[in-house]
Nanobody, 122 residues
């Protein structure tokens, strides 16, 4: 299972970015999908997920109303639309997938993409 994340960059506070996570040679139809982030000196945490088996979206409180997780019709690319960014959103963002939604929720998915840096300036 290969995942390719992209879309990070430098943005001013209040701005927006869209991260993408593409599957290579398969689709996400059997997987729950999520975006995690890790700021310097902090643990990696789940910020948004789609738990496919129960058709449920999850958002961390810190991003509710600002971030949206979605996927394309082909179910081979997952997006994280991030609006109204603030400096506290600065982190390396990772996409991850797992057929087992519990592993995703517990931040232990078995399949990770490489990180993409998001930096929000004040």
């Amino acid at each position: 299972v290969q995942l390719q994340a992209s879309g990070g960059g430098l943005v001013q506070a209040g701005g927006s970015l869209r991260l993408s996570c593409a599957a290579s040679g398969y689709t996400f139809s059997r997987y729950s999908v999520g975006w995690f982030r890790q700021a310097p000196g902090k643990e990696r945490t789940l910020v948004a997920a789609f738990l496919r088996s129960i058709n449920t979206y999850y958002y961390a409180d810190s991003v509710k109303g600002r971030f949206t997780i979605s996927e394309n019709s082909g179910q081979d690319t997952v997006y994280l639309q991030m609006n109204d960014l603030n400096p506290e959103d600065t982190a390396v963002y990772y996409c991850a997938v797992d057929p087992n939604r519990t592993l995703l929720i517990r931040s232990s998915p078995r399949n990770w993409g490489q990180g993409t840096q998001v930096t929000v300036s004040s």
